[in-house]
Nanobody
Framework: QGPVVEFGGGLVQPGGSLKVTCVCD????????IQWSRQVPGKERELVAS???????NYADSVVGRFTVSRDNTKTMSFLEMSDLEPEDTARYFC???????????WGKGTLVTVSS
């Protein structure tokens, strides 16, 4: 396993909710921006949410009002809470940490979320 590990994916029905978690073994975790992205085979990876070191959050238009990103610096973890899930949300979800100075970036291997009845 690398320094970033995601878990919590699974099968959920349309309209349901799911929370995925990212556990990080990173020094100075608090300084990193955390990004959550997703990818469907054959398509480009899409950034869906991010949370900065100042806890400022940004979301893709497609998930606004349905997804919530958070972080716990004491536990070096991040969470992506997803609600009102749609089949179009089916993807592998990745957690990434980015630091500008010095430039560093770490990504996990992802966790699969499937929205289907």
């Amino acid at each position: 396993q690398g320094p970033v590990v995601e878990f919590g994916g699974g099968l959920v029905q349309p309209g349901g909710s799911l929370k995925v978690t990212c556990v990080c073994d990173i020094r100075d975790f608090y300084a990193y921006e955390i990004q959550w992205s997703r990818q469907v085979p054959g398509k480009e990876r899409e950034l869906v949410a991010s949370i900065g070191r100042d806890h400022r959050r940004n979301y893709a238009d497609s998930v606004v009002g349905r997804f919530t990103v958070s972080r716990d610096n004491t536990k070096t973890m991040s969470f992506l809470e997803m609600s009102d899930l749609e089949p179009e949300d089916t993807a592998r979800y990745f957690c990434g940490l980015r630091l500008n100075t010095p430039p560093r970036e770490y990504w996990g291997k992802g966790t699969l979320v499937t929205v289907s009845s």
